[in-house]
């Protein structure tokens, strides 16, 4: 523990974000600088964990409309281009186990109008066998068994490839802003962490959330030297126990210490003056021992080094600063199988798979659509004590408890922003103690409009806005989307992975009443 920090104090330039005026006001000085960021995908990984041999980027994030992350994350690019008037720019990073299926998939999208793209492989490391470094050789072939070396190789790719001269100098960019393969919330909030980054003048910007202890989500937190960075939450207890403490909690539950989600915001030129002195990053080991055998390891484990550490070598620390969101805006992901989630529920943590990420999207969308003055009814809600505010009652699928909310996908070709929104929704009403589906793509403009136990999918391919005024939808619960679980049987059987690795299908499809041009 020697080179680990001897102060663990709370970041000070920490800003929390809530969903208010104050959100819509960066917004809306973020929504001038969309031109002037580029974005850094991390997207490395398969959904072997998930039940699915597919690269994680690829997998459907939201069923009713089989809307996959990689294509959800394109169309945000769209419409910031859009908004824009410039090309968007994207850097991904790849591995040996997703490189050929990233080219392949993106091969049958059609981006060309709108974005450029670079992609640079991360090669792997030789792994270790024991504490002794002995390396991993093949008994065989004699080949080394070798590893990723961690997400922070992005930033070698990035000096290697000459991206940033590429987009300071040919497309005038001011900021870069890296993202994870299944947050579907990174890219929404750009905007507002623009308007946050641009507003308080930081080089280094985290997007953060609150956390609990015993969570997988690192912890932001300032050193006895003024240096705000992220502690791995397998090292931060080991911190805390050698300083014979423990976190402070909120009244809710939550740390003092914001949550990183490896999502964050740095100024070009300080970035690039980084990397012209960059040689290399802090690494590490994370040997994981065998508890049923002492002094075994479970496996073999290699030297890695984390993107997020590149803080470290930020010239002013006093500029680097935390914009901490409530968690239902900025952060759900999908790490685990249906099994380990359930489990990690009955630890009061988040499952963090496909399922509740789904139900969150839907969630997010409710909230988004409530603060742009949509009017819901209110549905049957009991105070939550942990989270401070009214909830539903929870129900499960496939052993996943998850909070019933109206099914809403929000896709961003109907809009990103807030305002546009508002624009874009007046005077609607939805029956919230009612089901409902409600899919909206593409621009279209509703006015005066009911929506109660009814499935509707609103998709407008045209330039031109769709316009629908004084649309009232009623109908009872037998016309809205269901989930089907499937048996063991009917696991076993199908093929649609995005089904399997839910343990559900939604029945029915025909239910939805489709608008479109």
């Given at each position: 523990?020697?080179d680990?920090?001897?102060?663990?104090?709370?970041?000070?330039?920490?800003?929390?974000?809530?969903?208010?005026?104050?959100?819509d006001?960066?917004?809306?000085i973020?929504?001038?600088?969309?031109?002037?960021?580029?974005?850094?995908l991390?997207?490395?990984?398969l959904?072997?964990?998930?039940?699915?041999?597919?690269?994680?980027?690829?997998?459907?994030?939201e069923?009713?409309?089989?809307?996959?992350?990689?294509?959800?994350?394109?169309?945000?690019?769209?419409?910031?281009?859009?908004?824009?008037g410039?090309?968007?720019?994207?850097?991904?990073m790849t591995?040996?186990?997703?490189?050929?299926?990233?080219?392949?998939f993106?091969?049958?999208?059609?981006?060309?109008?709108?974005?450029?793209?670079?992609?640079?492989?991360?090669?792997?490391?030789p792994?270790?066998?024991?504490?002794?470094?002995?390396l991993?050789?093949?008994a065989?072939?004699?080949?080394l068994?070798?590893?990723?070396?961690g997400?922070?190789?992005?930033?070698?790719?990035?000096?290697?490839?000459?991206?940033?001269?590429?987009?300071?100098?040919?497309?005038a960019?001011?900021y870069?802003?890296?993202?994870?393969?299944?947050n579907?919330f990174?890219?929404?909030?750009?905007?507002?962490?623009?308007g946050?980054?641009?507003?308080?003048?930081?080089?280094?910007?985290?997007?953060?959330?609150?956390?609990?202890?015993?969570?997988?989500?690192?912890?932001?937190?300032t050193d006895?030297?003024?240096?705000?960075?992220?502690?791995?939450?397998?090292?931060m207890?080991?911190v805390?126990d050698?300083?014979?403490?423990?976190?402070?909690l909120?009244?809710?539950?939550?740390?003092?210490?914001p949550g990183?989600?490896?999502?964050?915001?740095?100024?070009?030129?300080?970035?690039?003056?980084?990397?012209?002195?960059?040689?290399?990053?802090?690494?590490?080991i994370?040997?994981?021992?065998?508890?049923?055998?002492?002094?075994?390891?479970?496996?073999?484990f290699?030297l890695e080094c984390?993107m997020?550490?590149?803080?470290?070598?930020?010239?002013?620390?006093?500029?680097v600063?935390?914009?901490?969101?409530?968690?239902?805006?900025?952060?759900?992901?999908?790490?685990?199988?249906?099994?380990?989630?359930?489990?990690?529920?009955?630890?009061?943590l988040?499952?963090?798979?496909?399922?509740?990420?789904?139900h969150?999207i839907?969630?997010?969308s409710?909230?988004?659509l409530?603060?742009?003055?949509?009017?819901?009814?209110p549905?049957?809600?009991?105070?939550?004590?942990?989270?401070?505010?009214?909830?539903v009652?929870?129900?499960?699928l496939?052993?996943?408890?998850?909070?019933?909310?109206p099914?809403?996908?929000?896709h961003?070709?109907?809009?990103?922003?807030?305002?546009?929104?508002?624009a874009?929704?007046?005077?609607?009403?939805?029956?919230?103690k009612?089901?409902i589906?409600?899919?909206?793509k593409?621009?279209c403009?509703?006015?005066n409009?009911?929506?109660?136990?009814?499935?509707?999918?609103?998709e407008?391919?045209?330039?031109?806005p769709?316009k629908?005024?004084?649309?009232?939808?009623?109908?009872?619960?037998d016309?809205?989307?269901?989930?089907?679980?499937?048996?063991?049987?009917?696991?076993?059987e199908?093929?649609?992975?995005a089904?399997?690795?839910?343990?559900?299908?939604?029945a029915?499809?025909n239910?939805?009443?489709?608008?479109?041009?």
């Amino acid at each position: 523990l020697k080179d680990l920090p001897q102060r663990l104090d709370k970041p000070k330039n920490v800003k929390r974000i809530r969903l208010n005026n104050e959100f819509d006001e960066l917004e809306s000085i973020g929504r001038d600088l969309l031109g002037s960021v580029g974005f850094v995908l991390v997207a490395g990984g398969l959904g072997e964990r998930l039940g699915s041999k597919e690269i994680k980027i690829s997998l459907v994030c939201e069923l009713m409309s089989e809307t996959t992350f990689m294509d959800l994350y394109l169309a945000y690019l769209k419409e910031f281009a859009r908004i824009s008037g410039k090309r968007a720019q994207l850097f991904i990073m790849t591995s040996n186990d997703t490189h050929e299926k990233t080219l392949e998939f993106l091969a049958q999208r059609q981006y060309d109008d709108y974005l450029d793209i670079t992609i640079g492989k991360q090669d792997k490391v030789p792994s270790f066998i024991d504490m002794e470094l002995n390396l991993d050789v093949d008994a065989e072939s004699f080949e080394l068994t070798t590893k990723p070396h961690g997400h922070g190789d992005v930033h070698f790719l990035i000096k290697k490839h000459k991206v940033l001269e590429n987009w300071k100098h040919n497309h005038a960019l001011k900021y870069v802003y890296f993202f994870q393969d299944t947050n579907p919330f990174s890219l929404p909030n750009v905007p507002v962490m623009l308007g946050a980054t641009h507003k308080h003048g930081h080089l280094f910007n985290y997007m953060a959330i609150c956390r609990k202890p015993g969570e997988a989500i690192g912890a932001l937190i300032t050193d006895e030297r003024g240096r705000t960075f992220n502690i791995e939450y397998n090292i931060m207890k080991k911190v805390l126990d050698a300083m014979g403490t423990k976190e402070d909690l909120n009244p809710q539950g939550y740390s003092f210490y914001p949550g990183n989600i490896n999502v964050f915001l740095m100024e070009i030129d300080e970035y690039m003056r980084i990397l012209s002195n960059m040689s290399g990053l802090k690494e590490f080991i994370n040997p994981k021992a065998d508890k049923a055998n002492p002094g075994k390891l479970l496996s073999s484990f290699r030297l890695e080094c984390l993107m997020q550490d590149i803080v470290l070598a930020v010239s002013d620390h006093a500029r680097v600063g935390v914009t901490e969101f409530d968690r239902a805006l900025a952060f759900t992901t999908c790490k685990n199988d249906l099994n380990t989630g359930a489990q990690l529920q009955k630890n009061n943590l988040s499952s963090e798979t496909i399922i509740e990420l789904e139900h969150d999207i839907y969630y997010r969308s409710f909230l988004m659509l409530k603060h742009c003055g949509v009017s819901f009814k209110p549905l049957s809600m009991t105070m939550n004590e942990e989270r401070g505010i009214l909830m539903v009652q929870a129900m499960s699928l496939s052993s996943i408890a998850i909070e019933p909310h109206p099914k809403i996908f929000i896709h961003p070709s109907f809009a990103v922003l807030v305002s546009d929104l508002r624009a874009q929704l007046k005077d609607v009403k939805i029956d919230g103690k009612r089901d409902i589906a409600l899919v909206l793509k593409g621009k279209c403009e509703l006015n005066n409009c009911v929506f109660s136990s009814t499935s509707l999918w609103l998709e407008n391919n045209s330039s031109k806005p769709l316009k629908l005024s004084h649309l009232t939808l009623v109908h009872n619960d037998d016309a809205v989307v269901k989930y089907t679980e499937l048996s063991r049987e009917e696991l076993n059987e199908c093929d649609n992975y995005a089904e399997v690795m839910r343990g559900y299908r939604i029945a029915d499809k025909n239910k939805f009443m489709r608008i479109s041009t």
